[in-house]
């Protein structure tokens, strides 16, 4: 209802709209890109020996115990300046796992494996 209101509002004719064929592609790949089901989630391996992970939520700026609380990144670089930005002042450095969100389930793919790891 409000998107009718808009379009007459801004007097927008479906008809009349031609894309570029440039613009389709762009349109076609973000389509492709938003079905993805692959995601990045930024972790901490307290312990360093995979008992212990807690995955960060930006939101509510912690660590959650479930990977369901886990922040969502669609893009690894945009997830390795989020976790680069929360790992200063901290002995561990924060890492990326790889994910699925493929059936409403987040599964990790591929945890990345730590450079530094610093007992406690």
Same mark, same amino acid.
Request: glycine share 4%.
């Given at each position: 209802?409000?998107?009718?209101? !808009?379009? +007459?509002?801004? $007097?927008?004719?479906?008809?009349?709209? $031609?894309?570029?064929? $440039?613009?389709?592609?762009?349109?076609?790949?973000?389509?492709?890109?938003?079905?993805?089901?692959?995601?990045?989630?930024?972790?901490?391996?307290?312990?360093?020996?995979?008992?212990?992970?807690?995955?960060?939520?930006?939101?509510?700026?912690?660590?959650?115990?479930?990977?369901?609380?886990?922040?969502?990144?669609?893009?690894?670089? !945009?997830?390795?300046?989020?976790?680069?930005?929360?790992?200063?002042?901290?002995?561990?450095?924060?890492?990326?796992?790889? !994910?699925?969100?493929?059936?409403?389930?987040?599964?990790?793919? +591929?945890?990345? +494996?730590?450079?530094?790891?610093?007992?406690?």
């Amino acid at each position: 209802m409000k998107q009718k209101k !808009i379009e +007459k509002h801004l $007097e927008i004719d479906d008809e009349n709209i $031609e894309l570029s064929e $440039e613009q389709i592609r762009e349109l076609k790949h973000s389509l492709k890109d938003s079905d993805d089901p692959v995601r990045y989630v930024i972790y901490s391996d307290i312990l360093g020996k995979r008992k212990w992970r807690f995955w960060l939520d930006v939101s509510y700026d912690g660590y959650g115990n479930s990977i369901d609380q886990a922040t969502l990144f669609k893009r690894e670089h !945009i997830a390795r300046a989020v976790a680069k930005a929360y790992s200063e002042g901290r002995k561990n450095d924060l890492m990326i796992a790889k !994910i699925t969100t493929k059936g409403g389930r987040r599964r990790v793919l +591929k945890y990345e +494996k730590p450079e530094k790891q610093v007992d406690i």
